[in-house]
């Protein structure tokens, strides 16, 4: 059975730093791409990173580049989404998904009927 378990969210003060884990389990990882994704409240779901299972390569939304760090520990099964500079727009409920190589374009715009998706963790960033 395929399972995400997104962990890490809470409450941090614009500028702050937080680190979000994905925990996965049920696929090789390696065959695998592993995407964060967000949703405020009102707003449409929105990709933010992902990263190719097997070469490592990642992706970054333009609203993250340069604040965000994505990072996968094979050994562990797990992808982290280390947020740096966060600011209030990056309040949202934060979602990891999997999807196939097979459909992975590089980017977070899988159909996401093809992938799998765990739970959410709200992150919240108010002073």
């Known amino acids: 059975e395929v399972q995400l378990q997104a962990s890490g969210g809470g409450l941090v003060q614009p500028g702050g730093s937080l680190k979000l884990s994905c925990a996965v389990s049920g696929f090789r990882f390696d065959d695998y791409a592993i995407g964060w994704f967000r949703q405020a409240p009102g707003k449409e779901r929105e990709g933010v990173s992902s990263?190719?299972?097997?070469?490592?390569?990642?992706y970054y939304a333009d609203s993250v580049k340069g604040r965000f760090t994505i990072s996968s520990d094979s050994a562990k099964n797990t992808v982290y989404l280390q947020m740096h500079s966060v600011k209030p727009e990056d309040t949202a409920v934060y979602y990891c998904?999997?999807?196939?190589?097979?459909?992975?374009?590089?980017?977070?715009?899988?159909?996401?009927?093809?992938?799998?998706w765990g739970q959410g963790t709200q992150v919240t960033v108010s002073s």
């Open positions: 998904a999997a999807v196939s190589l097979t459909f992975y374009d590089g980017t977070t715009e899988w159909n996401p009927n093809f992938g799998y």
């Open positions: 990263v190719n299972g097997d070469d490592g390569s990642t």
